[in-house]
């Protein structure tokens, strides 16, 4: 008895008309304890500290030398920081210093040529 094409398709079912994947997970949520906002009430077991990976971050991993190594390194940082700040600045205040010549020096050459344009408009 070789079953034929028609004879499968006669045999399969039709699309059930309940989403059975949302029956899924419903059964699922109510069978893990979830409220109906969906938050489960049931805790998860939490690691003990003792177990937990510890870093070695603490002081008594690193020797004395090296610590001493870091404390300088970050020492010349924050000079060669403050060098740089103070340079930003000194560059600041000469270009306002700049600036404000610039502006003096405009203002003097415009009375001078307002003096002129007057002298020659007294003469004509």
């Known amino acids: 008895m070789s079953t034929t094409k028609t004879d499968i398709k006669s ?52 020797t004395w030398e090296e610590r001493q190594q870091q404390r300088l390194a970050r020492k010349e940082a924050a000079e060669l920081q403050s060098v740089l700040r103070e340079e930003r600045r000194q560059a600041k205040i000469t270009k306002k210093e700049r600036r404000l010549e610039n502006e003096k020096r405009r203002q003097e050459n415009e009375f001078k040529l307002a003096q002129k344009q007057a002298q020659t408009l007294n003469f004509a």
Request: glycine share 4%; with cysteine.
């Open 11 to 62: 045999t399969t079912t039709t699309k059930p008309t309940i989403d059975v994947v949302k029956l899924c997970t419903t059964e699922r949520n109510k069978l893990k304890g979830r409220n109906v906002s969906g938050r489960s009430w049931k805790v998860r077991p939490q690691k003990r500290a003792s177990t937990l990976i510890k870093t070695k971050k603490n002081n008594l991993t690193s």
